[in-house]
Every structure is written in structure tokens, then in C-alpha cells.
């Protein structure tokens, strides 16, 4: 007798075959070789892990170098030079199992002790934060030690990393490129110029770097997951946006970003559309206020001003709505975003009423008022649209652009009292935001430049920063959002998008709210090209 | 080499020492009254109080304005530019690996203004007042004009993404395709001085007596114009050249920015962003140089054009 299968078994069988045949031609389809022609804004200051700051170097450390984790196209953590990891019953204990034969590029065997050296020499570096919550880590960066304490060496596959106190976003730390593996041998042997000659366990290794000209990568046979499908990456070095944006239409460039002004016309122009790809990634613009100075303490001339500001004009008009207006200081692309957060709505009689209310009717006693922001035409024509906008309540706004260098300086002072800030996160946790850009612990240089001090907040954020991914910890980050956007200490305008042209043949290329154009920090082993 | 050669020649460098002793100063003074701060630039927008303080240490930023001149006149004395703060690497190693392309490309700007220059002048020269003068001047004014960026721009679209002749950007394997745009963008500044002077000098040479009784002896046009009208003009126009050839070489950082050219002049607009004080130092010394190097091949070549200078 013959089975009997029913249309709905045949349906599911066929759609077996389906997906076997069509997984098995997309496995056929990866094609191997080909050199990927990416592009830089500027020259990486460093190669070095453990001094890197910036986007530009990480793009090229997250090639050259793995982490003991990485972030997957959801950000979640996911096993790299970790093959597994376990976390103690209070939080504060990891000890992670290391893939065994990992070899960096000059053919030794990775081994737990390299992580731990790594981790120690990053913490001496230009981003300590990254280690500071590992138990004797601020002894090492104040240069009282030379061993963090915390972090004790297994065996030659496992570690263990203890916490001064719990930390939920502590896996994302390890997937940063700060907390990348280097072998001790080759950082000895070339000291500063480890940072022009770098060597890890990443999919492509280093060939040379002719400065301000590009950066040339060639594939690791022996990467740990196999090698890539590329022969070569080279970035270029091409700081005018209009010079890659020509250079991608002359088929130099495989990737690049959309040009400022071009975002429109890219998505219309028959030749350039098919490549257009827009995504959200994980900053917020805004404008700040130094809540010490006057008259900006005064909550009042700060709502006053944030309900004079329409977002929507800036979205609309300069940025041809190729980013989302912002309602919250938080991106809707990080996990832990709240879609209830509310603006201080665009409402000019609130706002000229609330300047009365503070003695300051018609804009007297506060006009004019001086705008600090770092140069670039952007933040230029911003600026000029507030200045119309808060001219409208009897604010007149003087526009001072400064480089970035002086921006900085002067913000971290305390010396500007209405300032743009932009902010990225560096790993995608709310914490990321709200603690560093808000706590009182951190007023000036290490983040809240508003000098914000309110107790509840501090307390809200320290119980949240300690507590396990969930609601208990997502609520208290909300209703410390909503409370610094009702206090106005920080008006948000949008939220970033990355703005990229791809070419249709370029495979593979993660577009995780992680990775902007033109410094991708996507993971380049998964690309390959189809031509 | 003559007496006057050497004259020359070491009153140049007597020069070198004030004027890299002076410019170094302005620079020294003027950054430290900018402001900024190296240490807290190099720490992106999260800074870390402890450790801006360990790099302005490592820095030697915590030690006096004098100290730290100084220390930088005496490194400089032993022939040391210093350590990059933003690369970590040698002043000198950075300044040498930038100078080849630069030099490349101001060289190549100059060839160009030079030859399409001369070439201008002369043509506006033998006929002035005439409809080619009258183009041919207006042509100058509009290359003296034009921006720079814009010039790229448009040179760049037109050679290089419509017709696909030409790279659009890069310093290439250093091949000469590369090398062409930007060195006719840099060039065609100074291409309308060097035609405007090259037109104003002819025509007060051929005002001359010996020009006419030339003339008179039936000496053909172009060989008067080329044997004895043109190294009588040449003196202004040497010196618009040369002083032309130290502007072009410090003076390029848009034709660089343009057509990412890895020159002196991008590095110099970066590391003053960076608060990069010893490689602003080093490069702005390179430049006193050029231009104190530029001087004294202009009285070199007057030496060898004009035979009165010598007799002095």
C-alpha cells in the first residue's frame, strides 16, 4: 500500500525542497576573491586597539583583530574568540571559554593569557572605561598596578573576569573593539608602531598603510572561521564627500555615503537608486544647555527655547527626511527605546508665555544669546534654522563655530551655556546614554556636559545599571528619559541614519544600527562579491 | 660658483636661523593661546579626567610655555622635530613620507603655469589690445579667480567621471594619470599670473631701443621675440615663478583635499585641528624653509639671466 500524504505534507516537504535547493545555491552563489574598495573620511589616527577613539580606526580594528564576543546584526552578543561564557548567581562573575588553535597573524596560538594582557594594556589606553568595572581595573589606570586583579587566568582556554558590581551591559564591553586581543610578542617587539603594523586573530590581516592614502587588508587563510570570501579590502582615504560620492559613480568605490543634499536625488536618479541603503543607527543630535549657568537655570528659559524648536523643519527641509525627527534622547534603533517618550511639543506661546513667566518676556534680559557648535556645513545650517526658530520668540542668536578641538574644550569647561552635542552610542544599551550623558558623577568631560545633578536621577540610573536586561531595568531608564526631557537639560533634534551607496554586487554587507557609512564597522569576512 | 654666488647663497642661509626661530615662536604662542587641548582631542568625546591628565604628562603639556619651547628648540638644535602626539611617531618620519607627493604635485602645477603661462603672455603680447589679448587676459583673470575647490570639482567630472580619462582622486602607484588634474587645477592659480606678467614684461621690452634697432636689422618675429625679448622679460617673471613654485608647495591643501592628494598641506589642516603641536612646528618650519630655499634659487636665477647682477 502507498503512503498517503496529504496537501499539506506536500506543501511542507515542497517547501523543504525548496529552501534545500535555494540555501544550497546561495551557498554555490558566495563567491571568493575580489578586492572590496571601501573608503574613510579621514586617515585612522591608530590601528592600535588600545588607543583607538574614533569610528575610522575602529572600522579597521574590527577587521584585523577579534574580541573575545561580537554583536550580531541585532546587537546581540555572540560568540568570537568566546566559543561560550557563563555568568555567576550575583551577577558579577563571568568566566567565558576560548575557542582552542585561534591564531593571530604571526602563527601563534592564541591563549587565555593573551586576553588578559590585552585587557591590561587597553586599560592603560585612551578608553579605560571599558574596563574600569572589573575589580582592580582603576588601579591599573591610575598606574598604581600593573595586573587588574579581577581577571584570572583558567587555564590556556578559560577566563574568569570578576565585577566590582554587577553590570548588565558587560558583554557588550567585551564585543568592543577597546577590549580586542593583540599578542604581546609583536607589541613589545614594535611599541608605538604596533599602532602602523598591526597583528591579531581577525579575518584579514594588515599589509600597508600609506597615510592619508589608504589602507590595504589581505584575507587570513587560517581565521578561525574559515577565511573570507575576499581577496583584499582597501580603504581609501577621501575626506571631500562630493571626491567619493564621484569616485563611486566613476566604479572606484564599491560603498560609500550619500553626499549632504543628495539623499533625494540619489533615491530618484535611475542610475543610483537600486544602490540607495538607509538605515537607522544608534545616535541622537541635539542641543545641551549648562544648567550651572544663567539663565539656563532656570528650567523655564529652557523649555521655553526646547518648545520653540521644531525638529520637524531640520528632518523635513535640511536633512530631506533621510532621518527620523527625534522624540527622545534614545534611538529608536537601541534596545530598551521607549516609543511612549514624550517631547516637549513645538508650541511658540508656551514658550513665549514661559519666558515671561521667568522675567524674560520678549526674550529681555537673555537676547542675544551665543550658540556654540563644532564646524561643519551641517551644524552650520542648523544653527542658522534655531537662530530663525528661537528669533520667532524674541531670542536672537549669536552663532559661534568653533573646531572641534576648541568645541570641546570649551564645553567640557563649562564655558559655553547653549551647545550642540551629538552623541553614539558605543555598544547598544541605554546605559550607554543615560548614565554617561546624564549622571552627576560624570558632569564635564566624561559625558554630561549639561552638569545635570538630580539626585533621583542618579539613583534611578544606579539601580538600573546593575539590574538584569528586562521591564524593571527598561522602566527606570524610561522614566529617567522622560525626566531629563521635561527638566530640558537636553533637547534632542533626530536621530541618525546611515546614509550609504552600495553596489548591487557587493554581498553580505551587515547593515546593523551599529555600522554607518562610509566607516563600516560590519563585519567584512561575511562579504563577498557577485561579479 | 662666483663670488656673488656664494654671497647670495650664504645670506640665504644666514636667514634660516631667524626666520625658523621666529615663525617656530608665532606658531608656539599662537597655540597655546588657541583653544584646545592635544590630550582631551585625543580622547574622543568621552574623556576620562585621569587619563587626559597622564597623556598631558606624557606630553610634557604639564610643564611652562618656556620649558616646553625649550625643549622643542633643543631637539630641534640636535636636528629632532619631535613625536607626533596624534600618530606617536617621528615629526621627522612624517614630514618625509608627506614631501614626496607634495613636491610632485607642485613641481607639476608649476610646469604647467609655466608653460601655459609664458606661452599666454607671449601670444597677448604681440598684439595688444587685440580681440586674442583681450580673451586671453580675461582667461588669466577668470584661472586667478577661479576656486580652487569649484575647478576640481568640475575638472574632475568632466576628465574624470563623464569621459573616464583620468583618475577621479588618489596618489595612485605615483603614475602620472593620477597626477594630472590636480597638478592642472593648482596650476592654473598661478597660470594667470605668470601670462599677466609675462605679457606686462614683454611689452615694456619691446619698448626698448636695442628692440628696435633689432627689429630694424630685419631680425624675424618669433626670434626676436624668443632670443632677445623673452630673457629680458624674464627677471619678474622668475620671481613670480619661484615665489609661485613655495606658494604651490605650502599653499595646496584644497587641491589636496580635492582630489585626496596624501600631501604636506592636508597634514598641516589636520594636525592643526588635532592640537598636533610638534607636527604644526615641523611643517610650518619645512614651509619657512621652502620659501627661504625659493628665494634664494630666484637670486640664483637672476645671477644666471640678468650678466649686470653678477658684475655687483
Not at chain 1, 595586573?147 to 584570572?152: K, S, T
Not at chain 1, 539626585?455 to 536586561?469: G, I
Request: proline share 5%; net charge positive.
Amino acid at each position: 500500500m502507498r503512503p498517503r500524504i496529504g496537501p499539506l505534507a506536500t506543501a511542507v516537504l515542497g517547501l523543504l525542497v525548496v529552501a534545500l535547493v535555494a540555501g544550497g545555491a546561495a551557498q554555490e552563489a558566495r563567491k571568493s576573491g575580489g578586492t572590496l574598495r571601501a573608503v574613510f573620511v579621514s586617515d585612522p589616527p591608530t590601528l592600535d586597539p588600545a588607543e583607538a577613539t574614533d569610528l575610522t580606526s575602529a572600522a579597521v580594528i574590527r577587521q584585523v583583530f577579534d574580541a573575545l564576543l561580537e554583536l550580531d546584526e541585532r546587537l546581540r552578543p555572540a560568540s568570537a574568540l568566546a566559543v561560550s561564557w557563563t555568568v555567576s548567581q550575583d551577577q558579577r562573575v563571568y568566566t567565558f571559554k576560548l575557542r582552542s588553535g585561534v591564531r593571530f597573524h604571526n602563527g601563534r596560538v592564541m591563549r587565555a593569557a593573551d586576553v588578559k594582557y590585552s585587557f591590561e594594556r587597553a586599560a592603560r589606553g585612551k578608553r579605560p572605561w571599558v574596563f574600569d568595572k572589573v575589580v582592580g581595573a582603576r588601579d591599573v589606570i591610575a598606574g598604581r598596578a600593573t595586573e587588574i586583579a579581577g581577571i584570572h587566568v583558567v587555564d590556556d582556554v578559560t577566563l574568569e573576569i570578576r565585577l566590582d558590581r554587577p553590570f548588565a551591559p558587560f558583554l557588550y564591553l567585551l564585543a568592543y573593539d577597546a577590549a580586542s586581543v593583540v599578542p604581546r610578542e609583536e607589541t613589545d617587539k614594535r611599541g608605538a608602531s604596533f599602532a602602523s603594523h598591526p597583528v591579531g586573530t581577525g579575518a584579514f590581516r594588515f599589509v600597508s598603510w600609506r597615510r592619508d592614502d589608504q589602507v590595504v587588508l589581505e584575507r587570513f587563510p587560517e581565521h578561525f572561521r574559515g577565511p573570507a570570501a575576499l581577496d583584499r579590502v582597501v580603504f581609501r582615504v577621501i575626506p571631500a564627500e562630493i571626491t567619493r560620492f564621484n569616485e563611486y559613480r566613476a566604479g572606484q568605490l564599491d560603498l560609500t555615503d550619500i553626499p549632504t543634499g543628495h539623499c533625494q536625488s540619489a533615491q530618484r536618479d535611475p542610475q543610483l537608486r537600486g544602490d540607495v541603503a538607509i538605515w537607522p543607527t544608534l545616535g541622537t543630535a541635539a542641543v545641551r544647555f549648562n544648567v550651572e549657568r544663567a539663565p539656563f537655570n532656570d528650567v523655564r528659559v529652557r523649555r521655553a527655547i526646547a518648545h520653540a524648536i521644531d525638529p520637524s523643519i531640520i528632518v523635513d527641509r535640511l536633512l530631506e527626511r533621510c532621518v527620523t525627527a527625534a522624540r527622545g534622547i534614545l534611538p529608536p534603533a537601541l534596545p530598551g527605546y521607549n516609543p511612549e517618550v514624550k517631547r516637549l511639543v513645538f508650541d511658540r506661546d508656551l514658550a513665549r508665555r514661559l519666558l515671561a513667566e521667568a522675567g524674560h518676556a520678549g526674550g529681555k534680559g537673555v537676547s542675544p544669546l551665543a550658540y556654540h557648535f563644532n564646524t561643519t556645513d551641517t551644524n552650520q545650517r542648523i544653527a542658522e534654522l534655531l537662530q530663525a526658530q528661537l528669533k520667532e520668540i524674541g531670542i536672537a542668536l549669536e552663532l559661534r563655530r568653533l573646531d572641534w578641538a576648541a568645541h570641546l574644550k570649551l564645553v567640557d569647561l563649562g564655558s559655553a551655556g547653549f551647545f550642540r552635542q551629538a552623541w553614539i552610542a558605543d555598544y547598544p544599551d541605554p546605559e550607554n546614554f543615560l548614565t554617561v550623558l546624564f549622571h552627576s558623577r560624570n558632569v564635564g568631560a566624561p559625558g554630561n556636559t549639561s552638569r545635570y545633578r538630580n539626585p533621583r536621577v542618579d539613583r534611578l540610573l544606579d539601580e538600573a545599571d546593575v539590574m538584569a536586561a528586562g521591564a524593571g531595568r527598561d522602566s527606570r531608564y524610561h522614566e529617567v528619559e522622560q525626566m531629563i526631557i521635561d527638566d530640558a537639560a537636553w533637547v534632542s533634534l533626530y536621530h541618525y541614519a546611515s546614509r550609504a551607496l552600495v553596489k548591487p554586487y557587493v554581498k553580505g554587507l551587515e547593515r546593523s544600527a551599529q555600522s554607518s557609512a562610509p566607516e563600516f564597522l560590519a563585519p567584512l569576512r561575511k562579504v563577498w562579491l557577485d561579479r | 660658483m662666483s663670488l656673488t654666488a656664494l654671497r647670495v647663497v650664504g645670506g640665504r642661509v644666514a636667514a634660516v636661523v631667524p626666520v625658523a626661530f621666529g615663525v617656530t615662536l608665532l606658531v608656539f604662542l599662537l597655540n597655546a593661546a588657541a583653544l584646545g587641548d592635544p590630550a582631551r582631542a585625543a580622547m574622543g568625546q568621552r574623556g576620562d579626567p585621569e587619563v587626559i591628565a597622564r597623556i598631558r604628562r606624557d606630553y610634557a603639556l604639564d610643564r611652562p610655555l618656556v620649558a616646553q619651547y625649550g625643549a622643542w628648540m633643543a631637539r630641534l638644535a640636535r636636528g629632532d622635530l619631535g613625536h607626533s602626539y596624534h600618530q606617536q611617531r617621528a615629526v621627522t618620519e612624517i614630514i618625509l613620507e608627506r614631501a614626496p607627493a607634495t613636491l610632485r604635485l607642485a613641481l607639476a602645477a608649476t610646469l604647467v603655469s609655466v608653460l601655459v603661462g609664458v606661452m599666454m603672455g607671449a601670444l597677448a603680447a604681440r598684439r595688444p589690445g587685440s580681440l586674442v589679448d583681450h580673451v586671453i587676459m580675461a582667461t588669466a583673470v577668470l584661472g586667478i579667480s577661479t576656486p580652487v575647490f569649484w575647478l576640481g570639482m568640475m575638472l574632475s567630472l568632466v576628465f574624470a567621471v563623464t569621459l573616464g580619462w583620468l583618475p577621479v582622486s588618489g596618489y595612485g602607484g605615483g603614475d602620472w594619470q593620477h597626477l594630472v588634474l590636480p597638478a592642472v587645477t593648482l596650476g592654473a592659480l598661478h597660470t594667470g599670473s605668470v601670462a599677466r606678467m609675462t605679457r606686462g614684461s614683454l611689452l615694456e621690452v619691446t619698448r626698448q631701443d636695442y628692440m628696435t634697432a633689432a627689429r630694424a636689422k630685419g631680425l624675424a618675429e618669433p626670434v626676436l621675440l624668443i632670443k632677445h625679448a623673452l630673457r629680458n622679460a624674464a627677471i619678474p617673471v622668475v620671481t613670480v615663478i619661484g615665489i609661485g613654485l613655495a606658494d604651490l608647495l605650502v599653499g595646496a591643501p584644497l587641491t589636496e583635499t580635492v582630489f585626496a592628494w596624501p600631501g604636506l598641506g592636508r597634514l598641516l589642516v589636520a594636525a592643526v585641528g588635532q592640537r598636533d603641536l610638534p607636527v604644526v612646528m615641523g611643517a610650518v618650519l619645512v614651509f619657512a624653509l621652502v620659501y627661504v630655499v625659493a628665494n634664494l634659487l630666484v637670486d640664483l636665477a637672476y645671477l644666471v639671466i640678468d650678466p649686470r647682477t653678477r658684475a655687483r
